[in-house]
């Protein structure tokens, strides 16, 4: 079984910066590529950045530049920083894997961004 836990959402001026971080935890999963989904109210989720355990990134082509995600496997920890943030980027942040094997998708609880404009 696998537990993300996010942390450090929260309220900021745009133009702003956050960072988010997810601990995973859990044992007997192997999971290859982690993710960041964000979902804003009346919309649906989208992924906003990944990162595979070689360290390929990909991103949200419109927050390239401005969000940059990393992975620290020595703490089960990763991260996604955001610069520069706009209203458009408020909402809830999620963590989220799959296993490698199963292919069964784990999501954490979410974390509020909300930017102020």
């Known amino acids: 079984q696998v537990q993300l836990v996010e942390s450090g959402g929260g309220l900021v001026q745009a133009g702003g910066s956050l960072r988010l971080s997810c601990v995973i935890s859990?044992?007997?999963?192997?999971?290859?590529?982690m993710d960041w989904y964000r979902q804003a109210p009346g919309s649906q989720r989208e992924l906003v950045a990944q990162?595979?355990?070689?360290?390929?990134?990909i991103y949200l082509d419109s927050l390239k530049g401005r969000f940059t995600i990393a992975r620290d496997n020595a703490k089960s920890t990763v991260y996604l920083q955001m610069n520069g943030l706009k209203a458009e980027d408020s909402g809830v942040y999620y963590c989220?894997?799959?296993?490698?094997?199963?292919?069964?998708?784990?999501w954490g609880k979410g974390t509020l961004v909300t930017v102020s404009s």
């Open positions: 990162i595979t355990s070689g360290g390929t990134t």
């Open positions: 859990g044992v007997g999963v192997s999971i290859n590529a």
């Open positions: 989220h894997t799959r296993a490698l094997f199963s292919g069964m998708e784990y």
